[in-house]
């Protein structure tokens, strides 16, 4: 009996970390390629943003990506003819916060082609929408010692 005991705990412990359903899902959902078709703030102004430490806000709109969930790894390819143009890798985690509200933490963190990271470095987005046709992250930065979020919304484009 103990022993039954002991067995039926170590299998709800380890049932318990597993995924959730609904990260699973979300998974299945942002499978495919996208388009950055805007970014936009929660102030109103003009402001000097670069995104992932890659590139202006201006290079990313317009920009195509590629989520790969199975191995959990994507590529986005800037494509703006005034920006440095061409494919970045990255790796990424869908991490669920909130079940009720749908909103997870969203890690990306760029690579190399290899999926390595030069300077293991990444950037916790929350994914605030998901649903087959769109996506929006959002990113909360300091500006003047006050927050500040940064808007990206995605449309899915037919594979």
Not at 8 to 29: E, H, R
Not at 46 to 58: G, I, K, Q, R
Not at 99 to 107: D, R
């Amino acid at each position: 009996m103990k022993k039954l005991l002991m067995l039926t705990l170590f299998a709800c412990t380890i049932l318990s970390c597993g995924t959730s359903k609904t990260v699973i899902q979300s998974k299945k959902v942002i499978k495919g390629y996208w388009t950055l078709n805007d970014i936009s703030y929660s102030e109103s102004g003009t402001f000097n943003v670069t995104l992932l430490n890659d590139a202006p806000t201006e290079c990313f709109e317009g920009s195509s990506w590629r989520f790969i969930p199975n191995n959990n790894t994507g590529i986005y390819t800037i494509n703006n003819g005034d920006c440095v143009i061409g494919d970045r890798n990255f790796v990424f985690t869908i991490q669920e916060v909130d079940e009720e509200t749908g909103l997870y933490n969203f890690l990306l963190k760029p690579t190399d082609a290899k999926n390595k990271s030069v300077d293991n470095k990444g950037f916790r987005l929350n994914l605030t929408q998901l649903s087959d046709t769109n996506m929006q992250w959002e990113q909360t930065v300091l500006l003047e010692g006050k927050p500040f979020n940064i808007y990206m919304n995605f449309i899915k484009n037919n594979e």
